[in-house]
């Protein structure tokens, strides 16, 4: 005998910006593809029969620089190394066009499906407008995503991929060469020398053995520049709200408050991103707090830093110098008198910039791209919950029948629309933290939108678009005694306060209720309403309310034959023999209306609908 225990979770909420990384063994070789929906052009991630990979079939008419053809267009806007090229052309057709304006962008990007930019282009809404909904991708070959407009991104269903760790060392060694050569003027003196000048006493610099370093910072940057500052004799101290401490510990580093690092520090290393959080975090006020003479040096982000507000710290002496490879605006003004100042280095954005660096950011963001292109979910996905590639392959028929769960429900619902408030039962023998239903909920989430609206929705928008229709999904977890072998037992959806327009769906508390399980890798619709049903979940499927009586089957199969529809299967659940039951009759294609009205005709039959699936 089955036990039941029901735990309830009001409100799931993922952040669809998390940036929440995945195993290793994250593989691509799941089955979760961007498959044909809404539009040709358009892929929603979907269960793919076959592992055929779902190219991108371009149906509109080329462009100079861009040629129809069937396969995917992947734009690279900005400088990429050879091999990312390479392993892009394998796919798709590759486009490389630089130094577009916002405009040109905006003009060429509903011709693609990828993107790929550094930091040097803005795609902002706009663009995601323009792309009228084609743009599946954006690359960013590198680590900031400050310059890709994510929350619009997400609405577009636009999944954004980064690549998070080919240029750490490039970037971390920029930073050390920035402050070493900002303690002993390597630039100014260079500059001098060369006017054909010789001011030995002029740039007398600082030694950086023993002196205090505060990394802000302490990700994959930030800890490769503390570990090499080590290497010099500095003793490091690093602020970061989210890091672990054993990290910090591992290499020797003091993790210390935002006061502590700026108090104590002769020299400051930013490594933080650029976020709303972060903006202008050097400001007047946290000047103020510095040792007089500290050094900063920037390999993040410009906008980290409140320029104005530096140049007035550099002249009142609280800054000695400054060395910064990353500006507000890139390029920054000519007479910027920030780049201008004597004792401020600059470089132009070069952190990511060596040979290595850019050779494997390429191969990175290729790969990345690649596998969005061919509908997996990337593991540096930016703006998509992550879901283990080991997790995709074993809830891959229960997505299936989530979506489908979510179709038939909302089709059950009389006029379709006011659709607000859905629960969601999960019955599974694992724990609650051992079943990630992410995937499942954007899954039934796309399942109830799609048929009533011409929005489109993949697990990157699904959330968001949840949200903005004022749909409420909760989720509940029966945990069944058994086996955890299997991720699920069934699948419950009821879409509450609504009227249906088959009554035989309503549960006896008034809501719609379907219910169904997955069987032989196949999904089943198991429950409608009271009424236990067994019918495979495909193609399309006529429910009917009839009096319990010999010959029902005989006569609905009849009236569908002499209409030429091709029946597939036919079950029977009913409460007691004699009384109400509820057939269900697979059909392999949609009944004409002269079909559904002999239906109708039939004397014993009490209600009936057709659903889509
Ligand atoms: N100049 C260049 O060419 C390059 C610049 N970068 C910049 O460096 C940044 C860091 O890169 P990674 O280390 O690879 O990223 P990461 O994500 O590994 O590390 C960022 C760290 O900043 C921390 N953080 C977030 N908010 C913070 C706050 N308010 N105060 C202190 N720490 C905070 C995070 O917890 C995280 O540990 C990137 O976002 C990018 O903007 C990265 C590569 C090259
Ligand atoms: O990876 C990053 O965040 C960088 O800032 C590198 O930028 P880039 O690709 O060199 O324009």
């Known amino acids: 005998m089955t036990s039941l225990r029901t735990v309830t979770v009001q409100n799931p909420s993922i952040s669809?910006?998390?940036?929440?990384?995945?195993?290793s063994a994250f593989s691509s070789s799941t089955n979760l593809r961007f498959s044909p929906a809404a539009a040709p052009h358009r892929r929603l991630i979907t269960v793919a029969a076959s592992n055929k990979s779902a190219v991108l079939v371009d149906e509109r008419p080329g462009e100079a620089g861009i040629a129809a053809s069937n396969k995917?267009?992947?734009?690279v806007a900005e400088k990429l190394g050879q091999a990312g090229i390479a392993l892009l052309s394998k796919l798709a057709n590759v486009v490389c066009e630089y130094n577009l304006s916002p405009e040109e962008l905006c003009a060429k990007i509903s011709l693609c499906d990828a993107?790929?930019?550094?930091?040097?282009?803005k795609v902002t809404r706009e663009v995601f407008e323009a792309s009228k909904g084609r743009l599946k991708v954006v690359g960013r070959a590198g680590v900031g995503i400050d310059n890709v407009d994510l929350a619009a991104a997400t609405e577009f269903g636009c999944l954004v991929v980064n690549a998070p760790t080919a240029n750490t060392v490039a970037a971390a060694e920029h930073g050390i060469a920035l402050l070493a050569a900002m303690?002993?003027?390597?630039a100014q003196a260079d500059a001098s020398i060369k006017a054909g000048k010789w001011q030995r006493n002029k740039y007398v610099g600082v030694s950086l053995v023993g002196k205090t370093l505060a990394v802000m910072g302490f990700g994959k940057v930030g800890s490769e520049v503390a570990r090499r500052a080590k290497g010099l004799g500095m003793h490091v101290v690093a602020h970061d709200p989210y890091a672990p401490a054993d990290r910090a510990r591992a290499i020797g580093v003091d993790l210390v408050s935002f006061e502590e690092a700026l108090s104590t520090a002769d020299f400051i290393s930013l490594h933080m991103p650029l976020t709303p959080a972060t903006s202008k975090v050097l400001n007047d006020e946290t000047f103020a707090k510095m040792k007089k003479g500290v050094r900063i040096v920037n390999v993040a982000r410009g906008g980290v830093i409140d320029e104005e507000a530096l140049v007035r710290a550099l002249d009142s002496g609280i800054v000695a110098q400054a060395a910064l490879d990353v500006f507000t605006e890139e390029p920054p003004p000519t007479d910027s008198k920030l780049v201008q100042h004597e004792r401020v280095t600059v470089t132009p954005h070069l952190g990511a910039s060596t040979v290595e660096a850019q050779e494997g950011v390429a191969i990175e963001i290729a790969e990345a791209v690649v596998g969005a292109l061919n509908g997996e979910l990337a593991a540096t996905a930016v703006n998509a919950p992550m879901v283990p590639a080991e997790v995709l392959t074993e809830l891959k028929p229960f997505v299936e029948l989530a979506e489908k769960l979510g179709r038939l429900a909302v089709q059950l619902v009389a006029g379709g629309s006011g659709v607000k408030t859905v629960k969601v039962s999960y019955a599974s023998s694992r724990a609650p933290d051992d079943?990630?239903?992410?995937?499942?909920?954007?899954?039934?989430?796309k399942g109830l939108i799609e048929p009533i609206s011409s929005v489109f929705v993949n697990l990157v928008n699904a959330d968001y678009t949840a949200k903005q229709r004022g749909l409420r999904i909760t989720e509940e977890r029966i945990i069944l005694d058994g086996s955890p072998e299997n991720p699920l037992e069934s699948i419950q959806v009821q879409i509450a306060n609504v009227e249906s327009k088959f009554a035989s769906a309503l549960s006896d508390s008034g809501e719609i209720k379907v219910e169904g399980r997955v069987k032989d890798g196949v999904p089943y619709l198991s429950k409608v309403g009271s009424f236990e049903v067994d019918v495979s979940l495909e193609g399309s499927i006529i429910l009917c309310r009839q009096v319990d009586q010999?010959?029902?089957i005989g006569k609905v199969g009849n009236a569908l034959g002499e209409e030429n529809v091709n029946v597939s299967f036919m079950t029977v659940g009913r409460i007691a023999p004699r009384k109400q039951a509820v057939m269900a009759i697979g059909v392999d294609e949609p009944p004409s209306k002269q079909a559904l009205k002999r239906i109708g005709d039939i004397p014993a039959i009490e209600e009936f609908v057709f659903l889509k699936l």
């Open 435 to 445: 079943l990630d239903t992410r995937l499942l909920r954007a899954m039934i989430t």
């Open 72 to 75: 995917p267009t992947v734009l």
């Open 115 to 121: 993107l790929i930019v550094r930091s040097g282009t």
């Open 16 to 23: 669809l910006s998390s940036r929440a990384r995945l195993p």
């Open 183 to 186: 303690a002993r003027n390597v």
């Open 550 to 552: 010999p010959g029902m």
